[in-house]
């Protein structure tokens, strides 16, 4: 890897963020081969990368987990963190976002990932993080650039601002004119750029598209505007200037051109990044880091290696630190660090120190976890950045074969937890199942692997039960009689029940209207655990609900009555009292909210309704142009798989939240068939 060289800035931190399979990974490639870090550009197809190293992402051939990489460029440090694209492991990519420098958007002329694009600016521009757009796969383009321009701009609620034109040689795109630098140059595989003179047309289109450059830029600045209106040339250096200060103002989005698999347009990049993104102080100030001699850092990504433990990611924003050191976290953990390890993709190159600026792994911060602040004063510092992890859509109930084994998957579950927070383990009271929680069905199956291979923990998984639940229709009086002798002290219980349905939602009753000592006192919270006891599987196989259950009458034995006798008789009385009160099942219902690109609302309609789901109405998604909203009523059986169907129809950009909203009764032949298979699974 590329050595850690000091600038005035301080070394930088550039996040590598993007839609799916737009090039990310094989940007980081080019940029660490066009900086010397590595040899040559390693491949995601032959899983030869520096950026997908682990088994799973090699095995699926894309990005699951965030890789960072350091590498110098003209006496500057960078590190470069490659962030998943696709919206199931979008975690990573939050969760890194607050501590880096700027971002490098890496997209394509591809209109279907559109909206992917606009929710990753959207992160960015809420952070208020200064963002790059490289239009990566300009080797491949098959339209005119102001076409691209004009298709991606509604993604971006700033300008985006064309920094760079193609030059077009029989319809393939050979170089690239710098319409700041005001400089053409031709492209060579795998080496830099060469300068060539501007010739013919391409002379017309270079000013026609610099003046339109200026154009959105003297939108901020008045001298400039002047400048542009008597037309008078501004110096270059102004230039530059403007678009440093309105990049970190977040004033614009400037777009470069580039094909990363060539390696083309990677230096103009780093120049670019050079020149205009702002360091480590800036970034400090946007954070709101207080001034202070202590170090201050944030952790963004953990990491649990199978021989060095556990790691924590850490950007330094502030002072200096050393190994050893004891860190105070925001929330409330302290810690001693074991190491400092230089971030280079395999974080095995010990350090004794770092500055602010760096972006470091601090060994077996133990109580310390993603999304921390953390300082090596003596109280613990204030949270910089709020991280909630996106609430999960996709659930499988896991178990490990060998029950000897159970302690190992929670212990694994655990760790698994700490490195992706957007990943939720569940204990199910009622059916004492795991459940794992996660953003999609490719995000479970890695999930899955990674307990496998890295952990050493085989599962199996099948799909989480139901909350089907039962109630009654009919009102019963029903006696329960326990009588048993054989020697000794016998057992006698005999109660009278009266059981009536409840409203929906009123849940369980329980009352007493004994009158004489029927049923002496001391026995009533008894028989109420019996009738508990005979709700917890009614006559249909399911916990009953909406029930009220009043004791109006019994007798007792003055010697072989008891606690247990009367249990026993209460929970024999709702035995066989329940399925004289015509039982009836019931089945959840959510409320279902979709968000969808507005072109995909029809296909997301005709998904809720194949799956029973009555649509309460859409409107467009507040602050998301293009966007709508769907809200509907489900039931919990057929929200299942819908994650995976609403991304097939959204490209992979929609998603969906859920929350409980009332039990309904199912009856017919769909009531049967519920019935049946779950007798069989019993």
Request: aromatic share 4%.
């Amino acid at each position: 890897m590329g050595q850690d060289v000091r600038s005035p800035r301080g070394p930088q931190c550039i996040a590598l963020v993007g839609p799916f399979q737009s090039g990310k990974t094989t940007l980081l490639e080019a940029i660490l081969a066009r900086t010397g870090a590595i040899p040559r550009a390693g491949s995601v197809d032959a899983g030869t990368s520096v950026g997908d190293a682990t088994p799973e992402a090699r095995d699926h051939k894309m990005t699951v987990g965030l890789t960072a990489a350091t590498t110098s460029f003209m006496g500057d440090s960078y590190t470069f963190l490659d962030c998943p694209g696709s919206v199931e492991f979008a975690h990573d990519m939050r969760a890194a976002l607050p501590a880096v420098d700027a971002a490098v958007v890496v997209c394509e002329a591809d209109e279907k990932k559109l909206p992917q694009l606009q929710i990753i600016l959207r992160e960015l521009e809420e952070l208020k993080i200064p963002r790059f757009l490289f239009l990566n796969k300009i080797d491949r383009a098959n339209k005119r650039i102001r076409e691209t321009l004009a298709t991606l701009q509604p993604a971006s609620r700033v300008p985006l601002v064309l920094r760079q034109i193609p030059i077009w040689k029989d319809e393939l795109i050979e170089g690239f004119v710098d319409l700041a630098l005001e400089r053409a140059f031709v492209y060579r595989e795998h080496k830099a750029s060469e300068v060539i003179a501007l010739q013919g047309g391409d002379v017309d289109r270079e000013k026609e598209a610099r003046f339109s450059m200026l154009e959105k830029l003297a939108d901020h600045d008045d001298a400039l505007m002047e400048q542009l209106l008597e037309d008078i040339q501004p110096p270059r250096d102004a230039v530059f200037d403007d678009l440093a200060r309105e990049l970190r103002e977040g004033l614009i989005c400037p777009v470069l051109l580039g094909a990363a698999a060539r390696e083309n347009g990677v230096l103009r990049l780093m120049k670019a990044l050079r020149h205009e993104a702002p360091g480590i102080a800036e970034t400090a100030k946007r954070l709101g880091v207080p001034k202070s001699k202590d170090a201050l850092g944030f952790v963004f990504k953990t990491l649990h290696s199978q021989h060095g433990g556990k790691l924590s990611l850490t950007r330094l924003l502030a002072g200096h630190l050393d190994d050893g050191a004891t860190l105070q976290s925001s929330s409330g953990g302290t810690s001693r660090i074991s190491g400092i390890l230089a971030v280079n993709g395999a974080y095995d190159s010990k350090r004794a120190s770092a500055e602010a600026g760096d972006t470091v792994a601090l060994g077996k911060l133990d109580p310390i976890k993603t999304g921390d602040t953390v300082s090596s004063g003596k109280t613990p510092p204030a949270a910089l950045a709020a991280l909630e992890p996106t609430p999960p859509v996709l659930a499988i109930s896991i178990a490990a074969p060998d029950r000897k084994d159970d302690v190992k998957l929670g212990q694994a579950l655990a760790r698994l937890h700490e490195e992706d927070p957007s990943l939720v383990v569940v204990q199910n009271a009622k059916t004492h199942d795991t459940v794992l929680w996660g953003q999609g069905e490719m995000h479970l199956r890695v999930a899955s692997e990674r307990l496998r291979d890295r952990f050493g923990v085989k599962v199996t998984s099948h799909p989480p039960a139901i909350g089907y639940q039962e109630t009654i229709r009919k009102p019963i009086v029903q006696r329960g009689r326990h009588k048993k002798q054989s020697g000794g002290h016998g057992q006698f219980g005999d109660v009278v029940l009266d059981i009536r349905p409840l409203p929906r939602g009123d849940g369980f009753k329980f009352a007493e209207k004994v009158v004489g000592g029927a049923v002496p006192r001391n026995y009533i919270p008894a028989v109420e655990e019996g009738v508990i006891d005979g709700l917890t599987r009614g006559p249909l196989g399911f916990p009953v609900t909406d029930v009220e259950v009043t004791l109006t009458d019994g007798s007792y034995h003055s010697v072989d009555s008891s606690d247990l006798a009367f249990r026993t008789a209460a929970r024999i009385g709702l035995n066989e009292g329940l399925p004289q009160c015509q039982p009836v099942l019931l089945e959840p219902i959510h409320v279902v909210e979709i968000v969808c690109p507005t072109d995909a609302t029809a296909k997301v309609n005709a998904i809720l309704s194949a799956r029973r789901g009555q649509i309460l109405g859409f409107d467009t998604r507040d602050g998301w142009s293009g966007w709508d909203c769907v809200r509907a009523l489900m039931p919990e059986a057929e929200i299942g798989e819908l994650i995976v169907e609403v991304r097939s129809a959204t490209a992979g950009s929609g998603s969906f939240t859920r929350q409980f909203d009332h039990m309904a009764e199912v009856t017919g032949r769909a009531a049967d068939q519920i019935i049946a298979a779950h007798r069989v699974a019993a």
